[in-house]
């Protein structure tokens, strides 16, 4: 029997989903997608709903990517960031979170440094938390969307092969499409400088590649990391300019995948860095698409979490 | 005032006794240890009282050779006297306590408040352990000969490992000099850096910066190098690693003066025990793999590991009741560590007077102090403790003013009965 809703409060991790859920996850979103298309782009769905999107770290896209799927739906939002909330002023998280929950918010979403802070203030508050982003530990919204964009071009995404192309160590897009994917039935491989592999990634259900070209020969899809030059640089590549040479994405490099293999990146790009401009706005790159199937998704996760029983009240 | 301890099964690892004996104590020490039924005629006089120790174990009072006191400056997790009541809680009628106060134990003043609020409130002999460098800096070098002359009896920098190697060497020649044991927590800090666990396939999945197992390992073979080059000798800090314990026992095979001790965690429990960010399973050096603790429970049973010390680390909920990567490190450990111990011996992997001498006279020698055997005109520090009887560890019913401990709940083996320490008894059941 297909699922109709989840029965957790919160969204912590990818981990914690069932395919199950990232399917019925993916089919909502698929079915909300209509309504961003609409001249009046806004139901009712969560009217009276009140939404918390507390940011302890910089965000554009995924900060306002939860704001208009949350407005889409009607529900309430404020947003608090590290700078603006009572975090700078000496308050523990759980505090603040505490605060939060007294003013009887429906749903706390938090993006924050710390692997683990949504988990950790999940498992002492009330209301549900969906993580937007916790340390270098997972990151849902963005591996669901990175799901709907495939499945959307494929139609499926077991038998697929994905290759994650990076700084996988310090990044939290990399675990949850590793382990998103193989839930899934896709086959994943990961490549990077091997000061950015971090040890046992397999355990998640990756397969380490010796060189990107390995990892990328014949895949469906192309995921490539952005690379935080400015603190990376040095300690743990040699230059920009080597690392473009090795774990770059041209147009060369990009042949060796399949010849309708999707290009893929969470964003923000270093253009001419981890990808080539050329590739990047290419007819292969589905990059805006993440975008857009970020609001749906997150209007998905929204819906799932608090608007009731069913998917089918969108309407 | 006299005190008779009959019917008890008494083990001495030191002298490798192993006997049903009624141990008569006078004045705060042994008066007389003698076969059963031997003191029946003093029994008749009123000045003596009886302590039924039927069907327990009789064992000097537990050595833990590596504890946090947090006094001075941090009264809220602990004080002398509560760390002391929860040592007594746990069998142990002697403590080493770390330099790491506020402020840092470096100089004569501080020792001597440590030992001035020991001798007013303590229940168990507390020896104080100096910083090696001022400040634990790992710069200058600490008073360490005016130490000695106070009583000090080991120097460390714990939590602070000295990474100057020349430094180090100094420090070592130095203490020496004065029959200081030499302390050594080793970590290369550059290599652990900002890693908050161990590093493995956990931290891996919860996206945690690791700390290799060669972090330590690296500065056990410095150290092992550095007493082999000065001839003073070294004492290894809770080893946690299976690369450790190999290290340690080839320079021991050598001649290497070098000694270590472990923490019950350490062969309790694994990095696994970190999984949901339980801010309760992180240490320093971290909770490892199961091949690790199975090399730890070798090298206890191969005497490479001469010592179990607990590392009793009181944090209080200000700083466990945190996100992972600002939580403190470290667990309270005196009123587990016996029981956790025991286990060792349940599963086969010491016998009884090889847990306790771990418990008792090694680290007693390794200190030099004079603690940790059972001797005629010696100290009446003595425990009591009935090794198969069930206990659920309740971290509510702690004497710690902590409640820092990952083993709340766990179903034990073994039960402190009574610790008498100099004659006086300082914990009952």
Same mark, same amino acid.
């Given at each position: 029997m297909p699922l109709i809703s989840l029965t957790q409060k919160d969204l912590l991790g990818i981990e914690d989903l069932t395919p199950e859920e990232i399917k019925l996850i993916l089919d909502t979103a698929e079915m909300l997608k209509e309504i961003s298309r609409r001249e009046i782009k806004k139901v009712p769905t969560l009217r009276g709903k009140t939404i918390v999107t507390f940011f302890f770290e910089s965000s554009t896209r995924t900060r306002t990517s939860f704001d208009i799927a949350a407005k889409r739906l009607s529900a309430d939002t404020f947003s608090l960031t590290g700078s603006s909330s009572s975090l700078t002023k000496g308050e523990t998280l759980l505090d603040t979170a505490r605060n939060l929950e007294a003013m009887n918010p429906d749903l706390i979403i938090i993006r924050h440094p710390a692997s683990g802070a949504p988990h950790f203030v999940a498992e002492r508050i009330k209301p549900g938390v969906i993580n937007a982003g916790d340390g270098m530990h997972e990151h849902p919204t963005q591996a669901l969307l990175d799901m709907l964009t495939v499945r959307d071009r494929f139609g499926r995404l077991d038998g697929l092969k994905l290759a994650i192309v990076g700084d996988l160590f310090h990044s939290r897009v990399a675990r949850s499409n590793i382990m998103g994917f193989s839930k899934m039935g896709a086959k994943v491989m990961v490549a990077g400088p091997p000061s950015l592999v971090p040890?046992?990634?397999q355990h998640l259900g990756a =397969?380490?590649?010796?060189?990107? =070209? =390995?990892a990328i020969s014949g895949a469906d899809v192309i995921m490539m990391l952005r690379v935080q030059n400015e603190r990376l640089q040095g300690a743990f590549f040699p230059s920009v300019r080597e690392y473009a040479v090795f774990y770059g994405l041209d147009r060369k490099k990009l042949a060796l995948a399949k010849e &309708?293999?999707?290009?893929?990146?969470?964003?923000p790009i270093n253009r001419g860095v981890e990808i080539s401009p050329d590739v990047a706005d290419g007819?292969?790159?589905?990059?805006?698409?993440?975008?857009? &199937?970020?609001?749906?998704?997150?209007?998905?996760?929204?819906?799932?979490?608090?608007g009731g029983r069913a998917g089918e009240k969108a309407n | 005032m006299k005190r008779l301890i009959e019917h008890g099964r008494v083990i001495d690892p030191a002298s490798s006794m192993d006997d049903f004996l009624d141990i008569l104590i006078e004045d705060g020490r042994i008066a007389a240890m003698a076969a059963p039924g031997a003191f029946e005629t003093l029994k008749l006089d009123a000045q003596v009282s009886t302590i039924s120790a039927q069907g327990c174990i009789v064992c000097p009072g537990l050595v833990d050779m590596h504890v946090h006191l947090r006094e001075p400056g941090e009264e809220y997790k602990e004080t002398i006297a509560t760390g002391t009541k929860a040592a007594a809680a746990g069998g142990f009628t002697a403590v080493a306590c770390m330099a790491n106060t506020r402020p840092v134990n470096d100089n004569q003043s501080v020792t001597e408040y440590i030992l001035e609020k020991a001798?007013?409130?303590? %229940?168990?002999? %507390?020896?104080p352990v100096a910083a090696m460098t001022v400040g634990q800096k790992g710069t200058q070098l600490t008073e360490m000969g005016e130490l000695s002359r106070l009583g000090v009896k080991a120097v460390s920098d714990d939590g602070h490992p000295v990474e100057d190697a020349l430094i180090m060497r100094r420090a070592m020649e130095y203490a020496g000099r004065f029959g200081l044991t030499v302390i050594?927590?080793?970590?290369?800090?550059?290599?652990? *850096?900002?890693?908050?666990?161990?590093?493995?396939? %956990?931290?891996? *999945?919860?996206?945690?910066?690791g700390i290799p197992a060669a972090a330590e390992e690296i500065m056990i073979a410095r150290e092992a190098s550095l007493a082999e080059l000065t001839g003073v000798p070294i004492h290894i800090a809770h080893v946690s690693t299976a690369g450790s314990v190999e290290i340690i026992r080839r320079a021991k095979e050598k001649g290497i003066p070098i000694t270590a001790e472990t923490a019950p965690h350490y062969f309790s429990l694994t990095h696994r025990a970190v999984m949901g960010y339980n801010t309760l399973a992180k240490m320093n050096p971290p909770l490892r793999t199961s091949a690790d603790v199975a090399a730890i429970k070798q090298g206890l049973h191969d005497n490479v590991i001469d010592a179990i010390a607990t590392d009793h680390a009181p944090h209080s909920i200000l700083e466990k009741d945190l996100e992972f990567n600002a939580a403190a490190n470290g667990i309270i450990g005196l009123e587990t560590a016996l029981s956790l111990t025991l286990t060792l011996v349940q599963t086969g992997v010491l016998d009884l007077s090889q847990a306790l001498a771990k418990l008792t006279c090694h680290p007693a020698d390794i200190l030099k102090i004079p603690a940790g055997r059972l001797v005629v005109g010696g100290s009446a520090d003595i425990t009591i403790f009935q090794?198969?009887?069930p206990v659920v560890v309740d971290i509510q019913k702690f004497a710690s003013k902590?409640?820092?401990?990952?083993?709340d709940g766990w179903k034990l083996q073994g039960k402190v009965i009574m610790t008498v320490f100099r004659g006086q008894t300082t914990y009952s059941a």
């Amino acid at each position: 029997m297909p699922l109709i809703s989840l029965t957790q409060k919160d969204l912590l991790g990818i981990e914690d989903l069932t395919p199950e859920e990232i399917k019925l996850i993916l089919d909502t979103a698929e079915m909300l997608k209509e309504i961003s298309r609409r001249e009046i782009k806004k139901v009712p769905t969560l009217r009276g709903k009140t939404i918390v999107t507390f940011f302890f770290e910089s965000s554009t896209r995924t900060r306002t990517s939860f704001d208009i799927a949350a407005k889409r739906l009607s529900a309430d939002t404020f947003s608090l960031t590290g700078s603006s909330s009572s975090l700078t002023k000496g308050e523990t998280l759980l505090d603040t979170a505490r605060n939060l929950e007294a003013m009887n918010p429906d749903l706390i979403i938090i993006r924050h440094p710390a692997s683990g802070a949504p988990h950790f203030v999940a498992e002492r508050i009330k209301p549900g938390v969906i993580n937007a982003g916790d340390g270098m530990h997972e990151h849902p919204t963005q591996a669901l969307l990175d799901m709907l964009t495939v499945r959307d071009r494929f139609g499926r995404l077991d038998g697929l092969k994905l290759a994650i192309v990076g700084d996988l160590f310090h990044s939290r897009v990399a675990r949850s499409n590793i382990m998103g994917f193989s839930k899934m039935g896709a086959k994943v491989m990961v490549a990077g400088p091997p000061s950015l592999v971090p040890p046992f990634i397999q355990h998640l259900g990756a =397969e380490v590649a010796p060189t990107m =070209e =390995e990892a990328i020969s014949g895949a469906d899809v192309i995921m490539m990391l952005r690379v935080q030059n400015e603190r990376l640089q040095g300690a743990f590549f040699p230059s920009v300019r080597e690392y473009a040479v090795f774990y770059g994405l041209d147009r060369k490099k990009l042949a060796l995948a399949k010849e &309708n293999a999707l290009v893929m990146h969470p964003g923000p790009i270093n253009r001419g860095v981890e990808i080539s401009p050329d590739v990047a706005d290419g007819p292969q790159s589905v990059i805006m698409d993440q975008v857009t &199937n970020g609001v749906a998704v997150r209007m998905a996760v929204l819906l799932l979490l608090i608007g009731g029983r069913a998917g089918e009240k969108a309407n | 005032m006299k005190r008779l301890i009959e019917h008890g099964r008494v083990i001495d690892p030191a002298s490798s006794m192993d006997d049903f004996l009624d141990i008569l104590i006078e004045d705060g020490r042994i008066a007389a240890m003698a076969a059963p039924g031997a003191f029946e005629t003093l029994k008749l006089d009123a000045q003596v009282s009886t302590i039924s120790a039927q069907g327990c174990i009789v064992c000097p009072g537990l050595v833990d050779m590596h504890v946090h006191l947090r006094e001075p400056g941090e009264e809220y997790k602990e004080t002398i006297a509560t760390g002391t009541k929860a040592a007594a809680a746990g069998g142990f009628t002697a403590v080493a306590c770390m330099a790491n106060t506020r402020p840092v134990n470096d100089n004569q003043s501080v020792t001597e408040y440590i030992l001035e609020k020991a001798r007013r409130e303590a %229940v168990a002999a %507390v020896y104080p352990v100096a910083a090696m460098t001022v400040g634990q800096k790992g710069t200058q070098l600490t008073e360490m000969g005016e130490l000695s002359r106070l009583g000090v009896k080991a120097v460390s920098d714990d939590g602070h490992p000295v990474e100057d190697a020349l430094i180090m060497r100094r420090a070592m020649e130095y203490a020496g000099r004065f029959g200081l044991t030499v302390i050594s927590h080793c970590e290369t800090t550059s290599l652990s *850096k900002t890693g908050t666990m161990h590093e493995g396939w %956990v931290s891996t *999945k919860l996206g945690l910066e690791g700390i290799p197992a060669a972090a330590e390992e690296i500065m056990i073979a410095r150290e092992a190098s550095l007493a082999e080059l000065t001839g003073v000798p070294i004492h290894i800090a809770h080893v946690s690693t299976a690369g450790s314990v190999e290290i340690i026992r080839r320079a021991k095979e050598k001649g290497i003066p070098i000694t270590a001790e472990t923490a019950p965690h350490y062969f309790s429990l694994t990095h696994r025990a970190v999984m949901g960010y339980n801010t309760l399973a992180k240490m320093n050096p971290p909770l490892r793999t199961s091949a690790d603790v199975a090399a730890i429970k070798q090298g206890l049973h191969d005497n490479v590991i001469d010592a179990i010390a607990t590392d009793h680390a009181p944090h209080s909920i200000l700083e466990k009741d945190l996100e992972f990567n600002a939580a403190a490190n470290g667990i309270i450990g005196l009123e587990t560590a016996l029981s956790l111990t025991l286990t060792l011996v349940q599963t086969g992997v010491l016998d009884l007077s090889q847990a306790l001498a771990k418990l008792t006279c090694h680290p007693a020698d390794i200190l030099k102090i004079p603690a940790g055997r059972l001797v005629v005109g010696g100290s009446a520090d003595i425990t009591i403790f009935q090794p198969d009887q069930p206990v659920v560890v309740d971290i509510q019913k702690f004497a710690s003013k902590s409640r820092n401990s990952p083993f709340d709940g766990w179903k034990l083996q073994g039960k402190v009965i009574m610790t008498v320490f100099r004659g006086q008894t300082t914990y009952s059941a």
